[in-house]
């Protein structure tokens, strides 16, 4: 990942605390080189609003945007809204709401700002990541085989568990 490269990949969250589920995105995003910043509506709100943020990063040339998302999903439902940008929402399991309701919101979200719901929690977060390489991947060639190889690993390691 070289210091020139604008991020590519932007991490919404509504509070310090879903870094501990959304931090697996990163670190997925991390193997592949593809740079990313987040942002935590918490600690923003006051000075930037979700719309002024998603528009920044959008001027910036972030291509893709993953969203934690809890309660009601309002995040998710608000960062899709103002884009036309992939927006991938990961279900965080708080303890203020349960994980599956969370869910459950998310994929009965309104027509009217799509994004694609992932997996409860760390899966959804890794998987969110994987599939953001998978779309930049469209477009850039070193992506699409650093995910052909990543892939051909996760199979062939498969494939040795139940082997064995």
Do not use: Y
């Amino acid at each position: 990942m070289g210091t020139t490269e604008p991020a590519l990949v932007a991490i919404f969250m509504g509070r310090q605390d879903d870094w501990e589920t959304l931090r697996h995105a990163a670190e997925a995003l991390d193997q592949f080189h593809v740079r990313w910043e987040r942002w935590i509506a918490a600690d923003r709100l006051a000075t930037e609003s979700v719309a002024e943020a998603v528009a920044r990063f959008v001027a910036a040339g972030i291509q893709s945007l993953i969203v934690g998302a809890a309660d009601d999903g309002e995040l998710a439902a608000a960062v899709a809204g103002c884009s036309a940008l992939p927006t991938l929402a990961v279900p965080l399991p708080r303890q203020t709401s349960g994980a599956l309701e969370t869910l459950l919101s998310l994929t009965q979200a309104a027509e009217r700002s799509p994004f694609t719901t992932l997996a409860i929690g760390r899966a959804g977060a890794t998987n969110a990541a994987l599939l953001v390489v998978a779309i930049l991947g469209n477009s850039r060639a070193e992506l699409r085989e650093s995910l052909r190889q990543f892939r051909a690993a996760q199979t062939a390691k498969v494939q040795k568990e139940t082997l064995a």
